[in-house]
């Protein structure tokens, strides 16, 4: 797990609370800054199987921007969003979910972690699943598409074969 927080009690509240719950073993990176966070995901190729980003980060520049730049290192790893209560911080975290985050949590109120990270989870494994299974029916497709033209090619030289072996008989040998 990749946490981003600068948080100190966020950070320990949520390291406490996996501790106590989480039913598998996980291992926690915290980055306080985006660009520690950046820098572990593009140079030094840290695969986390979830991020939780907080998008109220000190001196970073807008939450929008920070949930952007990490979709864009995080290929695909899911995100859980982490941000205020009120009305302005619940239209940011439609705004990221609607940009693709996996799960949003106010900061603070980290009861339903461990569950909002097991269904990311979840979710990101059946949507990787139907992806594969969608880039297999377009390779089975074009497996179809080009067999169908092995085989028609196939069929078009019998019947040239077949052709000029008739002319070859209706001449007598002769070619015309």
Same mark, same amino acid.
């Given at each position: 797990? $990749?946490?981003?927080?600068?948080?100190?009690?966020?950070?320990?509240? /949520?390291? +406490? #609370?996996?501790?106590?719950?989480?039913?598998?073993?996980?291992?926690?990176?915290?980055?306080?800054?985006?660009?520690?966070?950046?820098?572990?995901?593009?140079?030094? &190729? $840290?695969?986390?199987?979830?991020?939780? $980003?907080?998008?109220?980060?000190?001196?970073?520049?807008?939450?929008?921007?920070?949930?952007?730049?990490?979709?864009?290192?995080?290929?695909?790893?899911?995100?859980?969003?982490?941000?205020?209560?009120?009305?302005?911080?619940?239209?940011?975290?439609?705004?990221? +979910?609607?940009?693709?985050?996996?799960?949003? +949590?106010?900061?603070?109120?980290?009861?339903? /972690?461990?569950?909002?990270?097991?269904?990311? $989870?979840?979710?990101?494994? /059946?949507?990787?699943?139907?992806?594969?299974?969608?880039?297999?029916?377009?390779?089975?497709?074009?497996?179809?598409?080009?067999?169908? +033209?092995?085989?028609?090619? #196939? &069929?078009?030289?019998?019947?040239?074969?077949? &052709?000029?072996?008739?002319?070859?008989?209706?001449?007598?040998?002769?070619?015309?």
């Amino acid at each position: 797990i $990749l946490l981003v927080s600068d948080n100190k009690a966020d950070v320990g509240n /949520i390291k +406490m #609370r996996l501790e106590e719950s989480i039913k598998f073993p996980c291992y926690i990176w915290h980055c306080l800054t985006l660009s520690m966070a950046l820098n572990y995901l593009n140079k030094k &190729k $840290l695969r986390a199987d979830i991020i939780i $980003l907080d998008l109220g980060l000190i001196g970073a520049i807008n939450p929008k921007e920070i949930y952007e730049k990490m979709g864009e290192a995080a290929c695909n790893i899911p995100i859980i969003v982490l941000t205020g209560p009120g009305e302005k911080e619940h239209d940011l975290a439609i705004f990221v +979910m609607e940009a693709g985050a996996s799960d949003h +949590m106010v900061r603070g109120q980290f009861g339903r /972690i461990v569950d909002a990270i097991e269904f990311s $989870l979840i979710r990101h494994k /059946i949507a990787t699943a139907a992806s594969n299974k969608s880039f297999r029916d377009l390779e089975d497709r074009q497996s179809d598409h080009d067999s169908a +033209m092995i085989e028609s090619k #196939r &069929k078009s030289d019998k019947k040239n074969h077949e &052709k000029n072996q008739y002319i070859s008989w209706v001449t007598g040998g002769y070619s015309v």
